[in-house]
């Protein structure tokens, strides 16, 4: 490592932003090749998804994909398992975090889908390096170019190192592929570390391809597309090159990397990182367009900084206001912003490279200290402008509503091909502080969805001149989809956040359509992870969960949740399990009181028991259970009588789920209240 940045976190910012609008600029044509792009689009210089006159994949531009998703949840193995995760605890991370068919992935089928052989290998139990293996899987599948496509996250944590990141990519991408595809993703982290600290592409390419073997066939396409782009003028003339001796003709599968590697490198080699003529190379060039686009994006991005994206001769910032969607098991994490995840990412690159920590945002969720940043906030109703000045949101209105998701929003209800999983983030009972100057008292806002018409519904605070704090009222159930203030005048934001837990009742909401006329897609429902085989909309309890083989959750709340006590009516109907966990983080991470087999109760920590007592149950009882969670102390109780108390410090966050070991379960509503700290005697 050849020192550390001093503008770190401003270039992983850029990185991220980077590979996220690079993306959204491929999506929409994803698969097609360079011919159909210049007959129907023409060089790509910006987003097309406005564009009606073309058959588009789809017209929305802030979406749910599989390039965004895996690139910034895969290294949520560096928070749950160290800054120099294995492989096989990179596997426990998708094992986790990815809900089955539904999020993160491309569902193709075992041998067509190269990442979903190699998770239904996780799920049985084959442990990584072995789960994406040739020998396992075979060369067409372990070699397709999902690889290079998740790796930039991790190699942002490596900065200035491309060995470094290089050697923690391979171990990431080896979960699901193995041969080529591991060398072309070792030569993507290495550009991605090195840009950095090396600003000249040619060197960084020098290094890159330093690190995999010399008689390796993404060796040799390195050094043909370099030699192409010194003797060719036109980029065009290269990109033929390209498509004649590694095209899609040569090689197997749906996706191999090859070609979209050759690619990759072209982009890059030819713009010199500027990321304007990067992207229209990138994208005119066809194949598979979003991730191509996504590993020059967020190189270039980190080479340049936040000046190569704003230089570029377009506005690629500000329509996607940074928003992004990372739906997961862990659903409160899923709507989020490239400042979010940019400094979550920056914490570990800290903590490996031994510097300290660095908050800018002083604690807040949302803090505008990024140059630009504006953390998915627009203007929703009245009229004005939003930008960033000095590190503040500046909002330039006559009166307005200015407000960022906390949940799936209207636009977004209907996503194309993966669908929003998502919890909120804000709920009854927290309280939201903000920071301000104004030209006219304002007041903080929250929209909640209203209905089965999901139509939004506003509820206001109290008016102030510069900051207030003000805890959320009950909703009703509803979920919060937007957080904000209603300005009067002008107003500079400095920061907006929220703290402590939850104080509501989740169920079915007043007035909601009960029996075979519920809609199985109204919002307070989508606010739950479903991670169990079946919960139907029709039955008379709001919560009647099956699961035929294995456990199933039913999932909501998120990981600012820290003390509180959850409390649930649970009823078991031809169960081996059913209970109520706590802290969840995914599907392996929580606690769970739990009665199990007829005869016992259980404390455990995903399918580890911490204790357990005889305690005989019968099918259809009801029972109330509660856990609290405060500090490392875990207390449990069955109708009223405390069962379990004990310490543990593994998990020490996270939301709420009902719980059921093959069979059925029902459950009325769910109770989350605060909970104290309270010193015990030594």
């Known amino acids: 490592m050849t020192g550390f940045p001093s503008d770190y976190e401003e270039r992983v910012y850029a990185g991220v932003l980077g590979k996220v609008i690079a993306v959204y600029l491929g999506r929409p044509y994803e698969g097609w090749r360079f011919d159909r792009i210049q007959a129907e689009l023409g060089d790509i210089t910006g987003y097309v998804n406005d564009r009606t006159d073309v058959a588009l994949k789809h017209h929305l531009l802030v979406v749910t994909d599989d390039d965004i998703s895996g690139t910034f949840m895969f290294p949520r193995a560096l928070r749950d398992h160290g800054i120099e995760p294995t492989s096989a605890q990179i596997g426990d991370t998708w094992l986790n975090e990815i809900l089955e068919g539904q999020s993160v992935l491309w569902w193709g089928g075992i041998g067509n889908s190269t990442e979903h052989t190699a998770y239904l290998n996780l799920k049985d139990g084959i442990v990584p390096p072995d789960s994406g293996s040739i020998a396992r899987n075979g060369t067409v599948v372990a070699e397709q170019v999902g690889a ?93 090159r390209i498509d004649e001796r590694y095209g899609y003709h040569w090689y197997g599968g749906n996706c191999h990397v090859v070609p979209n590697h050759a690619t990759v490198i072209h982009a890059i080699a030819r713009s010199r990182g500027a990321f304007g003529p990067a992207m229209t190379i990138v994208n005119t060039s066809g194949w598979d367009t979003d991730s191509n686009a996504g590993c ?71 803090h505008f200290a990024l140059p630009g940043s504006v953390q998915g906030f627009t203007v929703l109703d009245g009229e004005g402008t939003v930008h960033n000045t000095g590190g503040r949101l500046a909002v330039r209105t006559a009166g307005c509503t200015v407000a960022t998701p906390t949940f799936i929003p209207p636009e977004a209800r209907a996503m194309p091909i993966y669908g929003l999983i998502a919890s909120p983030t804000l709920y009854s009972g927290q309280t939201i502080h903000a920071r301000f100057t104004t030209t006219a008292p304002a007041k903080p806002v929250v929209g909640v969805y209203a209905g089965e018409e999901a139509t939004i519904r506003w509820i206001e605070g109290p008016a102030a001149d510069s900051g207030v ?88 709340g998120e990981r600012g949740w820290r003390d509180y006590t959850a409390e649930a009516d649970v009823t078991p109907h031809l169960a081996q399990a059913a209970g109520l966990a706590v802290r969840v983080q995914g599907l392996t991470r929580y606690y769970a009181l739990r009665l199990a087999g007829r005869s016992r109760a259980e404390l455990v920590m995903h399918d580890t028991v911490l204790a357990a007592r005889d305690f005989p149950w019968e099918y259809g009882t009801t029972y109330r259970l509660s856990v609290r969670v405060t500090g490392t102390r875990i207390t449990a109780a069955v109708d009223g009588d405390t069962l379990f108390g004990l310490h543990d410090d593994t998990l020490t966050c996270g939301g709420v789920a009902l719980l059921v070991t093959q069979g059925r379960s029902a459950t009325h509503s769910v109770h989350i209240t605060p909970a104290e700290i309270v010193e015990e005697p030594s």
């Not at 992004?324 to 659903?331: E, F, H, I, R, V």
């Not at 199985?520 to 739950?528: N, V």
């Open 148 to 240: 290079q496509i998740f790796v930039e996250g991790f190699a942002m944590t490596r900065p200035g190192d491309p060995e470094a990141a290089a050697d923690l990519v391979e171990r990431a991408a080896r979960v699901s592929h193995d041969g080529e595809s591991i060398h072309a993703a070792r030569v993507v982290a290495a550009l991605v570390a090195g840009a950095f600290t090396e600003p000249d592409t040619d060197r960084l390419l020098d290094t890159a391809a330093g690190l995999i073997p010399k008689d390796s066939l993404i060796h040799r396409v390195i050094a043909d597309v370099r030699e192409w782009v010194a003797a060719d003028e036109d980029w065009k003339t290269t990109r033929a």
């Open 296 to 366: 020059v994006g967020a190189v270039c991005g980190v080479l340049g900084g936040l000046d190569t994206i704003d230089e570029s001769g377009n506005d690629y910032r500000s329509p996607i206001a940074e928003r992004m969607y990372l739906p997961s098991t862990d659903g409160g994490s899923t709507v989020t912003d490239a400042a979010r995840e940019a400094l979550a990412l920056a914490v570990h690159g800290r903590a490996w490279a031994g510097e300290p920590a660095r908050d800018l945002g002083k604690g807040a969720r949302f």
């Open 469 to 556: 704090s003000w805890t959320v009222p009950d909703t009703g159930g509803q979920p919060i989809v937007y957080v904000g203030l209603r300005c009067a005048g002008d107003i500079d934001i400095d920061m907006l956040t929220w703290d402590g837990a939850p104080d509501l009742t989740l169920t079915r909401p007043e007035g909601s359509t009960t029996g075979l006329d519920s809609p199985p897609d109204a919002m307070w429902r989508r606010a739950w992870v479903k991670a169990t085989d079946r919960w139907d909309p029709h039955w008379p309890e709001p919560f009647r969960i099956v699961q035929n083989r294995g456990t199933g959750l039913l999932i909501q």
